[in-house]
């Protein structure tokens, strides 16, 4: 129904009657949204907390039966059929079961997998933690949303100007980009139908169904939109949804900040992310590796322990030391102008880059906090998280944030920036230079460090250590150091071996088994029972698996395989052992890597004479646990 008013709207004669685009784009998202309000039947549905998805109608009229047979023998003293009432409770709860279990099986016969695991989760809790509830404070929605913006002092110190013609060295091309409509298309068939609504109310599932119907309206709007390098109001609204970072909130830093944007915005960044990480190069930010092709969370620990290794095992006087920086609300603090000047010497179009500046300036923004909504306010300043831009626009940002030494390395993974300092000889000058400029660096870009939740890390392995190391001091700061931190999932400790780590993800890993085993009380089939423990279970036992598995103690391996075995034991089929996927993983991860010659490790990997062996890298290990 709602495709076929669709297909006979005439969205001419609503551009004719727009005083200009900005208006058509309102009235074309507030009409869809009417034509989708008038077409969808809404049905309520009251669930309570503690219901079984298996409680249907059957269920509740034998509960019902039973209860009023129980008030009956009561009265009359006959309870025969009070028992028959139970019995008959009884048979409908296992019939229900059948049915709920047959319907969760059918969804892993269907391949669909989203349905079949949103089913184990209402099921056994399995993934839905509990947070603690935001107090409903009218005042509360106000306060948050003059904190998030409260990066806008930043501005007054930034006076960069944007020139149509820009500096870069393609800057005086200004060609405008353009979107086709069968991209468009593509991208709205993609749309995840469980994303929440934005402020235009257009839900992802109305997208996705009326994609056809849709993709040339978006298309004429996204190209005008390009073409004059403004981005529609109506586009950058959002309602700021605060979460809890803890269970006991105390201040309004304990809320973090998420923000509900336009779905149609968000198909939009998606095509315009796709053109500018075609035109950025690959050699920019080496050690950048997220937002990248063929980079992950394990080249990045990969990359420092091996620098690290490396440097130990060269000198018995080298040791390391690790600077695992914090910056506060990173994506808050981007300057758009800044970004927008570093973008054109890129080499980014003008039109472009006056694009992204105005996406990022003008952005109208409330605070809902239960019912309460706050006062608008208007922001020039930050990346909203949860748009598609954010995190490629932050690592833009920071590309030039790169070492200056020999002997140093920073390494990142969107914001989670690590500085490795390589010391020789107890000399930790270009360490400590490396530090001072990273700390004016962040200063002249308006990027805010949080030197009481950033650590440093002591990698010695030296017999006559120096004691005590000397502290190290951002803006008059002490920096704690830590003998363990987690570092993108995975806990680095300073003797670089992994039985902490490993510690915890097998108590992890032991508790979701008690969901794998209340599934087989399900009695459902041994297929469901691995797609769960290979979903979440193995995925947590082997997490960057190979960066930690080779140098694991034979006692910590043992612990991990335990595991393994015991899941064996309570699904009935045969599992993977942790070597083998470990092994598995290594050889592809390297396969990945030879062919990718602009990979930071890639250099490591070079052919002996015959070209049929790769070069041994000469036993770089750490020392060897005891245990092991």
């Given amino acids: 129904m709602l495709q076929a008013a669709l297909d006979d709207v005439d969205w001419d004669m609503f551009r004719a009657t727009s005083s200009d685009v900005s208006e058509f784009t309102d009235v074309a998202l507030s009409f869809v949204n009417t034509l989708a309000e008038q077409a969808t039947d809404t049905i309520s549905i009251r669930t309570f907390s503690n219901q079984k998805p298996w409680v249907d109608s059957t269920i509740r009229a034998a509960v019902n039966k039973c209860t009023a047979a129980h008030n009956g023998g009561l009265l009359s003293g006959n309870t025969s059929e009070y028992k028959a009432s139970c019995?008959?409770?009884?048979?409908?709860?296992?019939?229900?079961?059948?049915?709920?279990?047959?319907?969760?099986?059918?969804?892993?016969?269907?391949?669909?997998?989203?349905?079949?695991?949103?089913?184990?989760?209402?099921?056994?809790?399995?993934?839905?933690?509990?947070?603690?509830?935001?107090?409903?404070?009218?005042?509360?929605?106000?306060?948050?949303?003059?904190?998030?913006?409260?990066?806008?002092?930043?501005?007054?110190?930034?006076?960069?100007?944007?020139?149509?013609?820009?500096?870069?060295?393609?800057?005086?091309?200004?060609?405008?980009?353009?979107?086709?409509?069968?991209?468009?298309?593509?991208?709205?068939?993609?749309?995840?139908?469980?994303?929440?609504?934005?402020?235009?109310?257009?839900s992802g599932r109305i997208l996705r169904s009326c994609a056809d119907q849709l993709a040339g309206l978006f298309t004429s709007i996204f190209n005008e939109s390009l073409a004059t390098s403004v981005v529609f109001t109506s586009f950058k609204k959002s309602v700021i949804i605060p979460v809890p970072k803890n269970k006991n909130p105390s201040c309004l830093n304990d809320y973090h900040p998420v923000a509900l944007t336009s779905i149609v915005m968000k198909v939009f960044e998606g095509l315009v992310k796709n053109f500018i990480c075609s035109s950025i190069p690959d050699t920019l930010d080496p050690l950048q590796f997220a937002i990248r092709p063929n980079r992950s969370t394990d080249d990045a620990i990969s990359h420092i322990l091996h620098s690290s290794l490396t440097h130990i095992d060269s000198n018995n006087r080298n040791y390391v030391r690790l600077l695992f920086i914090d910056y506060s609300s990173a994506f808050n603090t981007i300057v758009p102008i800044k970004l927008a000047s570093k973008l054109m010497d890129l080499g980014l179009n003008s039109s472009l880059c006056n694009w992204i500046l105005d996406f990022l300036s003008g952005r109208p923004q409330v605070v809902k906090v239960s019912q309460y909504t706050s006062n608008s306010i208007t922001l020039n300043v930050g990346a909203p998280q949860g748009c598609v831009l954010s995190p490629l626009l932050y690592s833009l940002y920071t590309h030039d944030c790169v070492s200056s030494h020999s002997s140093t390395s920073i390494i990142k993974f969107a914001y989670d920036t690590v500085v490795l300092g390589l010391i020789h000889n107890n000399n930790e000058t270009a360490y400590l230079d490396e530090v001072e400029k990273l700390t004016s660096w962040c200063q002249d870009n308006c990027l805010s460090l949080n030197v009481s939740k950033s650590k440093e890390l002591i990698v010695d392995f030296r017999k006559r250590q120096q004691q005590p190391y000397n502290p190290l001091m951002i803006s008059g700061t002490p920096v704690e150091r830590v003998s363990s931190f987690k570092y993108l999932g995975v806990n680095i400790s300073e003797d670089l071996t992994w039985t902490t780590h490993i510690q915890t993800q097998v108590n992890k890993a032991r508790q979701r088994l008690y969901h794998l085993r209340q599934l087989r009380k399900l009695r459902v089939s041994p297929a469901v029972l691995k797609t769960f423990y290979s979903g979440a279970i193995e995925s947590v036992l082997t997490q960057c698996i190979s960066v930690w598995f080779g140098n694991s103690s034979s006692h910590d391996c043992k612990a991990l395989q335990r595991v393994v075995r015991l899941a064996e034991r309570i699904s009935g089929s045969a599992l993977p052992s942790l070597q083998d996927i470990y092994l598995k993983r290594c050889k592809s991860r390297a396969v990945k890597i030879i062919k990718d010659s602009i990979h930071p490790s890639n250099h490591l990997f070079t052919l002996l004479p015959s070209g049929k062996r790769f070069r041994d890298l000469g036993g770089v290990s750490s020392p060897r646990p005891s245990g092991s």
């Fill in 87 to 202: 019995y008959a409770l009884r048979r409908a709860v296992r019939a229900a079961k059948h049915r709920d279990r047959e319907r969760i099986e059918s969804h892993f016969q269907l391949n669909d997998s989203g349905r079949m695991w949103q089913g184990l989760r209402t099921i056994y809790a399995f993934g839905n933690k509990s947070s603690a509830e935001v107090r409903a404070d009218p005042s509360l929605a106000d306060e948050l949303n003059t904190f998030y913006g409260r990066f806008e002092s930043n501005l007054s110190s930034v006076s960069l100007p944007i020139s149509a013609s820009g500096s870069g060295s393609q800057s005086s091309d200004n060609h405008v980009i353009t979107v086709l409509e069968d991209e468009v298309r593509r991208a709205l068939n993609r749309v995840n139908i469980r994303k929440a609504a934005g402020p235009d109310g257009i």
